[in-house]
């Protein structure tokens, strides 16, 4: 199996209990490897937590982390998937100061160029938002660090995959 | 109330009634069949222990000297009997003291329940008296566990708890209960759990797996079988036994699985690793096709993995999905409950004698013998070895006695040497190797087979970490044996010290008390043995003597334990000296 270290990203569907984030990040803590990033929210199936981990490690190490994923008992069930099977957003807010966008400034240009919008405005500051891949959102960091930025963070990765999850049907075929 | 009342009640679960939180938990631990569980009481845990007061009829409380000597006692008593494990304490310093036999479960699969008490929900977070995050610190080492607030959360909290830490591949689980939710009244039903959707304990057994595992099997030339706990912790013994037999594979045991096929079996062919039998390590890497079941390739049983049977099919039979692959890649893997899938294997194989295969193992054996066991067993030098102890007492008790070692020398050599005639004969830390662990261990596993005769081994060195639990033996007039060997050295580290750190013994070196006068402190008989000529009186005294008895043997100070896979080495380059 393939030993070289690429970036994958974890989906986990699970119950929404307490102490589930410490057991999941206790699985990483515990082999030594560093999670990328890391979401938990609602998913598409009514009491069904969905957590979205980026990782970097070889197929041969994600597979066994997987299994261990799986083996807690509230875990519904989890996947690794690489980049081309899943379709993926980050999400990225700047605060910026308020004197930019005045006289001759670029800003106009710069947000319609990147896809990005201005969320809100007032006398001291702005804030942009930007979604799109990790790429796009350090491209636009770059820009916006030469006029000063005053405070920025960008979310984990959610995702979705191109494939079918089948969860659904393990619930329904538990339930019967 | 009467206790009439209460114990009519107690067997009644399908009605509801009005209750507090602490009389949940005993009616929930009464629903779950629990006869006996250990302890030791504090603040936050004591309505539940005043609930045990009243209903100590129903349900046997036994008060450890240490919380640590209660898990262990709760392992010994589910691994004898396949039965959960019980044991309770109080928060903070109660709970954490559970934590070493809770990873000792957890990496052996050993069906355990512990509650701990909490402090009130309105306190936690607040570093309150004798507050921990037990939750938190048990969750790597936890099957499952969970903090309840509410005392209507009790019922379900504990059915649960049974549910997981029995099902499945069995392991440890927490319940941590706040106070506040112990004196909380509610309305009380028990249900057992059935099934939980998140959680699939057994692998639907896959039968074209199970197909091509049959076909690699009949095809084989030089089987080699190694089995693991999976056997015994799935009942599968008979199925196993009947595998074994129809196609006549030689059949090797990791240190767990010990026991769960007679020693005296032909085609029983020892120990695999680290200080296990010779012909099975050598042989791993010559047979063509390895049957795994229920053991999961732990390093102390591979040697270098880069050098571990890599000429062989691997047919891994198994429950935990997680183990396939996880060490050793294999060929056919087939998930799912040992029984199930042996019987169902059964009708598959062929019936096959395999005569040379088995005569390679034979000719190793003698090897073995000549340079080790002969020594081992029949020394002609002054000192008592550890291994002519454990002869003297397969003699006496015929191989019926459950030993329950503790960890190191003393350990390898009694799970080596020891004769078995039952399943569940051998009950010892292997995964966590956890000195201390024997005495109290030998406490629950009489409790629970009190029929057996249940003889605790330990060095003088693990003896000396829960001997605490004399005082357990003492109150309880528990009638284990406990065998001391003593070497006056922590004697596997010692060894070590011997061969790769050019005899410097770095802290190894104990200065004993008289383990006697100890013993006799708890009036519990007791006796020392220097001489050969001493041991087998000795022994039949202990086995002869009704209630507990101590023997501390003193053996040579320098002893060793072969064959020997050094760190890193391959299976196939035990040394014999």
């Given at each position: 199996m393939n030993q070289e270290n690429k970036l994958y990203t974890v989906t986990i569907y699970t119950e929404?209990?307490?102490g589930l984030l410490n057991r999941i990040s206790a699985i990483f803590q515990r082999r030594h490897i560093n999670v990328e990033s890391i979401n938990s929210s609602v998913s598409e199936i009514e009491n069904v937590t969905k957590w979205i981990m980026v990782v970097k490690l070889s197929e041969e190490q994600i597979k066994k982390i997987i299994g261990q994923i799986e083996k807690q008992v509230e875990v519904i069930k989890a996947y690794y998937h690489t980049e081309d099977e899943i379709i993926y957003q980050e999400s990225c807010i700047f605060k910026m100061k308020s004197d930019l966008l005045f006289g001759d400034s670029q800003f106009p240009d710069i947000i319609k160029e990147n896809n990005a919008r201005i969320v809100i405005v007032n006398k001291q500051f702005f804030v942009i938002e930007k979604s799109g891949k990790k790429e796009e959102i350090d491209d636009l960091y770059k820009v916006l660090s030469t006029y000063g930025i005053m405070q920025f963070t960008r979310s984990g990765r959610i995702a979705i995959t191109k494939d079918e999850m089948k969860i659904s049907t393990m619930l329904e075929a538990f339930q019967n | 109330m009467n206790t009439e009342t209460k114990t009519k009640k107690a067997t009644d679960t399908t009605k509801t009634i009005r209750i507090s939180g602490s009389e949940a938990v005993v009616r929930s631990l009464l629903a779950e069949g629990v006869d006996t569980l250990y302890g030791y009481p504090g603040g936050a845990i004591m309505p539940v222990y005043d609930e045990l007061y009243k209903f100590q009829d129903k349900i046997h409380h036994v008060l450890t000297r240490h919380e640590q000597g209660a898990t262990h006692a709760a392992q010994g008593y589910a691994r004898i009997s396949g039965k959960v494990g019980v044991c309770i304490a109080t928060s903070g310093p109660g709970a954490t003291n559970l934590i070493t036999g809770i990873a000792d479960a957890q990496i052996d699969s050993t069906p355990m329940v512990c509650i701990t008490g909490q402090v009130a929900s309105h306190l936690l977070g607040s570093d309150a008296f004798q507050e921990t995050d037990i939750v938190g610190i048990s969750t790597p080492v936890t099957k499952w566990n969970c903090q309840v607030t509410k005392a209507s959360q009790i019922p379900e909290a504990i059915a649960k708890a049974f549910y997981i830490a029995k099902s499945g591949r069995p392991g440890p689980v927490l319940v941590d209960i706040t106070k506040d939710a112990q004196f909380e009244e509610f309305d009380f039903k028990y249900k057992k759990c059935k099934g939980i959707r998140s959680y699939n304990p057994i692998p639907k057994l896959d039968h074209k797996a199970l197909e091509a595992a049959a076909k690699l099997i009949n095809e084989a030339k030089k089987p080699m079988i190694v089995w693991g706990q999976g056997v015994i912790l799935g009942e599968a013994e008979s199925q196993f036994k009947a595998v074994v037999e129809k196609a006549g594979i030689p059949a090797a045991w990791t240190i767990l699985g010990a026991s769960a096929m007679p020693t005296s079996h032909p085609l029983n062919i020892g120990m695999v690793g680290m200080h296990g039998n010779y012909a099975p390590n050598v042989l791993t890497n010559q047979c063509d096709v390895l049957i795994a079941i229920?053991?999961?390739?732990d390093d102390r049983v591979t040697g270098d993995l880069s050098r571990y049977a890599k000429q062989a099919k691997v047919v891994h039979f198994e429950i935990d999905p997680a183990e396939i692959d996880k060490n050793v890649k294999t060929d056919v893997a087939v998930l799912g409950d040992a029984k199930e899938s042996l019987a169902a294997l059964l009708p598959l194989l062929e019936e096959k004698t395999h005569p040379e295969w088995h005569q390679k193992f034979k000719d190793l054996y003698a090897i073995e013998y000549e340079k080790v066991i002969k020594n081992d067993l029949h020394p002609t030098k002054e000192g008592l070895t550890m291994a002519e102890v454990l002869n003297e007492i397969n003699n006496q008790t015929k191989g019926d006695a459950a030993i329950v070692s503790d960890v190191g020398q003393h350990q390898m050599i009694a799970c080596r040497y020891a004769n078995f005639n039952k399943t569940r004969s051998n009950i010892t830390s292997g995964g966590l190797g956890t000195m201390g662990f024997g005495l109290p261990a030998a406490i629950g596993a009489k409790m629970a087979a009190p029929d057996r005769e249940v003889i605790s081994i330990s060095g003088d060195g693990g003896y000396q970490m829960?001997?605490?639990e004399l005082g357990t033996i003492f109150q309880q007039k528990t009638p284990v044996k406990i065998v001391v060997l003593n070497n006056e050295f922590l004697g596997m580290v010692r060894q070590w010290q011997e061969l790769f750190f050019d005899k410097r013994y770095a802290s190894t070196e104990m200065t004993n008390p008289d383990f006697v006068a100890i013993a006799k402190g708890y009036s519990i008989a007791a006796q020392k043995v220097t001489k050969r000529e001493e041991l087998k009186d000795a022994v039949a005294k202990m086995i002869n003597t009704d209630g507990p008895y101590f023997l501390e043997v003193c053996v040579e100070k320098e002893g060793k334990v072969f064959p020997m896979i050094e760190t890193g080495a391959s299976v196939s380059d035990i040394r014999l000296e």
């Open positions: 929404n209990n307490i | 229920g053991m999961r390739f829960t001997i605490q």
